[in-house]
């Protein structure tokens, strides 16, 4: 790892940074995309490609072997738009900062992609003009949805056999919901793609297939560019609806001017109202000049999205400016222990300015830290950085006290950001380690891993004693029981995937148990008695008191509510978690020498478990959202298949112009292990398949009795 030292910022001015990230379903092109960036912007000489491992981005060695992306990798870089005379761009000849984040597009790294979007300001969501909108492709938008930001649709593998530029855009408004339509259409399709047209200026951009960066700009569209004029007018209109500048041109019947849309198009992009849509393609180097413009003119800065929700230290929620002279408030996003640098905590500056030297709060814990060493990464490379003011992304080296989604804050200004919002695993394995060695490793290897990863959990169960990894799917252990082996040398076991199965009741019952020991001296002494309730799915559990006239005396009120919870961490049938259940405390009674916490604590356990035990209790396992991309040729298979492992299909997508179809259906998760072997079989490795988690549903009998 090479480590550098920088002494000036990526942008003199806040309103020229662009902190955007890339984001799409799995072999849409996103790294092959990001490579094409750097190339064009100068940040790297030679481009690499995904096939033979030599990306930037991509610079694991587990995601060179796998060929996908696992981890978001950040690299900066700096892009001048062209000046075009009779063009009116909005930013033409002024330098810019892209901060640029290239993220997983495996639903296993969903975490990645949720911490990311946090952070940016914008997005370039890429999806194939072949296969269009993909199940992670919906994911991935309604996580942007989720934190509002605004983003470009780049409609890549225009030169694919198949590619429909307006098929895509017309699912991007149907499937996503969202008002999209072209800026930058592309001449051409398949073998014949060869350009593009801007809509606005209707100027071609003319690629050469000879030389990979060599572009011609030609005036105006020919006749066989098809109707670049309607998708004009078309955007005149669409704009035109949210408005008001546009609107008035329009009603009037006057033309609008290209500057005047222009900048109505990056008014309603950075309001979240418009998506701009570009076709290109980034494996031939057709249109990311262009792409990059575009970043330019209609992604928003740090200035841009304005001010940011947060607590004040009473817990009072306010609006956070993203001021320079302002107490700081910067938000860290991911953690990860590096080889040579150590603990390295990344920072999104939101308010203020973060200097080395300074010394900050996390309001979470109240601990204070001193800045030490700053640095701004690049792919696997490491620039010194002496301080970073509101809009930039860095890390900082050390800080211990600081876990993913806890807020740098100024001493005197106490605030706490929003965090990013992370799913819970669904899948598990038991671990042991294979040698003594490897036992007094695991707990740190472990820990540290959790530590980077909040979608990966790990515990040792009470009943069993071993030790349990928890995370987002197979792959995504899989991937971790590497890691711990190769950069923590814990090499461990692992059992067969063990399903997070829950437990609920379907009636009401009650029960009174009497807690009453004497062995000569002080003895134990507690009755309580306790009814449950079902409640309705996805409520949660609830306790409530209704215990009158002292029955129970209110200090050992606290221990029945823990026997309570106690019980409901393990169930009656498998040990599962008991959810959605209301238990309501009727009536007690204690003894004034012999009643104490623990008495009435084990009391209210059995009182609990016996009313579970008479309340028909049910198992519930989870279900997940299965979307698989089949060709014709093979849906029956699948469909078969899926039936065999008890799932419900919901429906069949329209077959694409390549003959693919997509079947969404909701499968047991237990009956889904090893089915990314099955599915390849099946479809003679054609087919491909993304889930996640869905929800929970009474499990079969077959289930309880296993």
């Not at 492709?137 to 593998?157: C, H, I, M």
């Not at 016996?610 to 279900?623: F, K, Y």
Request: proline letters at 5%; charged letters at 25%.
């Amino acid at each position: 790892m090479r480590t550098t030292t920088t002494n000036t910022t990526p942008a003199t001015q806040r309103e020229r940074i662009r902190n955007i990230g890339i984001a799409a379903h799995i072999d849409a092109g996103k790294t092959t995309l990001t490579e094409r960036i750097l190339l064009a912007s100068g940040a790297i000489h030679h481009a690499g490609d995904v096939h033979e491992g030599n990306t930037t981005t991509d610079f694991d060695p587990l995601e060179r072997a796998k060929g996908i992306t696992i981890s978001a990798a950040a690299i900066p870089c700096a892009w001048t738009p062209r000046e075009e005379t009779g063009v009116a761009k909005l930013f033409a000849g002024q330098r810019h900062a892209l901060n640029i984040i290239d993220t997983p597009g495996h639903v296993d790294f969903t975490a990645e992609v949720e911490r990311s979007m946090r952070v940016l300001d914008g997005a370039i969501a890429v999806f194939s003009g072949v296969d269009g909108v993909q199940p992670q492709s919906e994911t991935v938008w309604r996580q942007a949805d989720r934190y509002g930001v605004p983003r470009l649709a780049f409609v890549n593998k225009m030169d694919r056999t198949g590619a429909d530029f307006m098929r895509v855009v017309k699912q991007l408004q149907t499937q996503l919901g969202t008002n999209a339509w072209p800026v930058l259409a592309p001449i051409g399709a398949e073998d014949e793609l060869r350009g593009q047209v801007d809509v606005i200026s209707q100027r071609r951009y003319i690629f050469s297939r000879e030389s990979q960066q060599s572009c011609t700009v030609e005036e105006g569209p020919s006749d066989d560019d098809g109707p670049a004029a309607a998708l004009r007018s078309e955007l005149v209109n669409r704009i035109a609806e949210l408005d008001d500048v546009v609107a008035e041109l329009w009603l009037s019947d006057q033309t609008v001017p290209d500057e005047v849309l222009r900048a109505a198009v990056r008014r309603q992009t950075l309001a979240g109202k418009f998506v701009p849509v570009i076709g290109g393609s980034a494996y031939r180097y057709v249109g990311i000049e262009p792409l990059l413009d575009a970043v330019v003119d209609f992604l928003p800065s740090p200035l841009d999205r304005g001010t940011t929700e947060a607590l004040n230290d009473e817990g009072e929620s306010i609006s956070v400016d993203n001021g320079v002279d302002a107490p700081l408030a910067a938000l860290a996003f991911k953690l990860v222990h590096d080889g040579q640098s150590g603990r390295l905590v990344y920072v999104r500056v939101y308010r203020g300015v973060l200097e080395r030297g300074m010394t900050v709060i996390n309001p979470r814990t109240g601990q204070r830290e001193r800045i030490g060493r700053m640095v701004r990464v690049v792919a696997d490379r490491r620039e010194e950085l002496s301080r970073a003011e509101a809009g930039d992304i860095c890390a900082v080296v050390g800080l211990r006290g600081f876990l993913t989604g806890d807020t740098l804050s100024d001493l005197d200004a106490i605030v706490s950001l929003e965090p990013p919002q992370f799913p819970q695993p669904v899948v598990s394995f038991a671990v042991e380690p294979r040698t003594s060695a490897d036992r007094e490793r695991m707990s740190v290897a472990l820990q540290r891993l959790a530590e980077e990863d909040p979608t990966f959990r790990t515990y040792t169960d009470a009943e069993t004693g071993q030790t349990i990894m928890a995370g987002m799917g197979e792959l995504h252990l899989e991937v971790l029981l590497t890691k711990l082996a190769r950069d923590h040398r814990v090499e461990l076991n692992s059992g067969a995937p063990q399903v997070a199965w829950r437990e609920t009741i379907e009636r009401s019952a009650e029960a009174d148990h009497l807690l009453k020991k004497q062995n000569g001296g002080q003895g134990s002494y507690a009755r309580v008695s306790l009814r449950v309730e079902p409640l309705p799915a996805g409520s949660g559990n609830r306790v409530e008191n209704r215990v009158q006239g002292g029955a129970i005396p209110s200090q050992f009120m606290r221990p029945v509510h823990a026997g309570i919870e106690s019980a409901l961490e393990a169930g009656v049938l498998r040990d599962s978690p008991v959810v959605d259940v209301l238990v309501t405390i009727l009536d007690g009674h204690s003894h004034a020498k012999d009643s104490n916490d623990l008495a009435f604590r084990l009391a209210a356990i059995e009182a609990t478990r016996e009313a579970l035990r008479a309340a028909r209790p049910v198992l519930l396992e989870p279900l997940m959202a299965v979307e698989c991309t089949v060709p014709e040729a093979h849906q029956g298979d699948i469909l078969g298949d899926l039936s065999r492992r008890r799932g419900q299909v919901l429906g069949l997508g329209m077959p694409a112009q390549n003959g693919v179809t997509v079947v969404r259906a909701e499968v047991p998760l237990a009956e889904l292990f090893g089915y990314a072997d099955a599915i390849r079989s099946l479809s003679k490795g054609r087919a491909s398949y993304t889930m996640k988690p869905a929800r929970y549903e009474r499990a079969p009998l077959s289930a309880i009795i296993t």
